[in-house]
């Protein structure tokens, strides 16, 4: 049965060579490429073997071994696998959930990741050659590794099958995905500004205790900790790598039988009673495009995905400066403007997202100021309530609340900036954006320089505008607070006017511009 599987994956990889000429050259690209990574890695842990420090080489082995079983997990999950060995294909032929289970565990051997791994693992154990015992238990080692990332890209890949199923939860993965990888940023950044030649060995060598002991680690650190004498240790993580294995090895059964039985998920509908949001609000031309925008934040992907976001903006920023030394109480007065920045330059192509729906209000008459205030309508009762409370958190930090009215008048001057900037860029200046239905983190291409110079524009023109509220709070907190009410006053007189301004300027460009508009939604 298991050569039936083989030989049935052999086929399908075979059938890869006969699609169009570029679709092979790309696929052999692709395969060399990986063969020269695996042969690159070889040649490096075939060096290491001469390497007298094996304390060092161990605990580097074991930390870029787990991100490698790490990968193996996470990237099926997260992105999504198009499984051509899917169980449930196998459903109507009656073959037991035992030697299906085993006949696809080992038809997934057969892949570009698992062979580069079998490479890279067949290197380790040159690495640990040094004696008869670190020999075989590099073997024995490597071969529970494979099977290791093998079973959890299984795992992982059926896991999928279920979860990435419909476009939501397609779209709610690789946001995860994408915070995940915002969230170990600032790991990366730590990383980088360590002092490899006076504390590497130390910061390496903790990683490397830590993970050793964990499912990640332990098959990495055997042969490691038996050339290094350690042989208690050794045997000890060798029997967590063995039972990680018989773990998976049950998990993939019990996802077989499950996926045996089971048809795909398909996407619920919900049925919604009442109007939502057009329930709610005045029954005018304002309440309806609120309503409406009010709906699209909520539900559209392309909205939600920049509102999640937007609180990760700090993170990226914050870590850094506070790496390279800057203090934690003027830290503390960093996130809030920021959040503002972004979330007053999320509207600034909002027509463009309505694509073609925005004929109705072209034809209908709607007045272009209705037509600027509905859409600001959601980010004000998010932005409004952010300053607020924000700000209170940020102040309660950095533990000097005269500062509070500078940035009560900061924030809000670079909201209400970015918000009129928005409200005239929108309606002047659309420019292609992804399509209701699409995925959020898809783009269509630009032709011309029109994008990104109004996304530069409308990002940047709310800072500048707002320079003169931020000059004057930083002078209240570097030489006399007396300048914190100031920077309230002006920061609310720049932002207002700001807002009244762009709300003004977009409503009469909206209005005269309407089949341009129209006709750029129709071209996009």
């Known amino acids: 049965m298991v050569a039936q599987f083989l030989g049935l994956k052999l086929r399908l990889l075979a059938n890869l060579f006969r699609r169009s000429p570029w679709q092979v050259v790309g696929i052999a690209v692709g395969l060399l490429y990986g063969l020269a990574l695996a042969v690159g890695i070889v040649v490096v842990l075939v060096g290491l073997r001469s ?102 890209a299984r795992v992982s890949t059926s896991i999928a099958a279920f979860l990435l199923a419909t476009r939501r939860s397609r779209e709610f993965t690789g946001i ?52 290094t004498g350690q042989w208690g240790a050794a045997f000890l993580k060798l029997l967590i790598a063995a039972a990680v294995v018989y773990l998976l090895w049950l998990a993939w059964q019990a996802l077989v039988a499950k996926m045996l039985v089971t048809p795909g998920r398909e996407a619920q509908v919900r049925n919604y009673g009442g109007l939502g949001w057009f329930d709610r609000l005045p029954p005018n031309s304002v309440g309806a495009i609120a309503a409406r925008s009010l709906t699209y934040w909520g539900r559209d992907s392309r909205y939600w995905v920049s509102l999640v976001m937007i609180p990760v903006v700090p993170v990226l920023a914050v870590i850094p400066l506070s790496i390279a030394g800057v203090p934690g109480e003027y830290l503390a007065l960093l996130p809030v403007p920021l959040m503002c920045v972004f979330l007053g330059w ?146 609310l007189g720049i932002g207002v006017s700001a807002l009244v301004a762009g709300v003004w300027l977009g409503a009469r460009t909206f209005e005269r511009r309407g089949p341009e508009i129209l006709a750029s939604a129709l071209r996009a």
């Open 346 to 491: 999320a509207t600034h192509n909002d027509v463009a997202f309505d694509s073609t729906a925005v004929w109705l209000h072209v034809v209908s008459g709607t007045r272009g100021t209705a037509d600027r205030v509905g859409r600001l309508i959601p980010v004000l009762l998010v932005g409004i309530p952010l300053i607020g409370f924000g700000s209170a958190i940020s102040i309660f930090l950095h533990g000097d609340w005269s500062v509070l009215p500078s940035m009560l008048g900061v924030s809000t001057s670079i909201l209400l900036s970015g918000l009129g900037f928005s409200s005239f860029t929108s309606a002047r200046f659309p420019y292609p954006a992804t399509k209701p239905g699409d995925s959020p983190f898809s783009q269509p291409q630009s032709s011309d320089t029109t994008a990104a110079l109004i996304q530069s524009l409308t990002f940047i023109g709310a800072i500048l505008l707002s320079l003169p509220a931020i000059i004057m709070g930083l002078l209240g907190i570097f030489s006399d607070p007396v300048w914190h009410l100031p920077a309230l006053f002006w920061g």
């Open 51 to 152: 390497v007298g420090d094996a304390a060092l080489v161990r605990d580097g082995m074991i930390v870029a071994g787990s991100l490698v079983v790490l990968g193996f997990f996470l990237v099926p999950l997260v992105f999504g696998v198009d499984d051509s060995m899917d169980p449930r294909a196998f459903a109507v032929l009656g073959i037991p959930n035992r030697r299906l289970s085993l006949g696809l565990a080992v038809s997934a051997l057969l892949g570009v990741p698992a062979i580069v791994l079998t490479i890279v693992l067949l290197g380790t154990v040159v690495t640990w050659s040094r004696g008869v015992m670190e020999t075989l238990l590099a073997l024995v080692a490597a071969a529970l590794l494979l099977a290791t990332c093998t079973l959890a």
């Open 176 to 227: 995860v995905g994408v915070l995940l990888l915002v969230m170990i940023s600032p790991l990366v950044i730590l990383l980088l500004n360590v002092d490899w030649g006076r504390d590497g060995v130390a910061v390496l060598g903790g990683l490397g205790g830590i993970l050793g002991w964990t499912p990640l680690g332990a098959g990495w650190s055997v042969p490691g900790d038996a050339a």
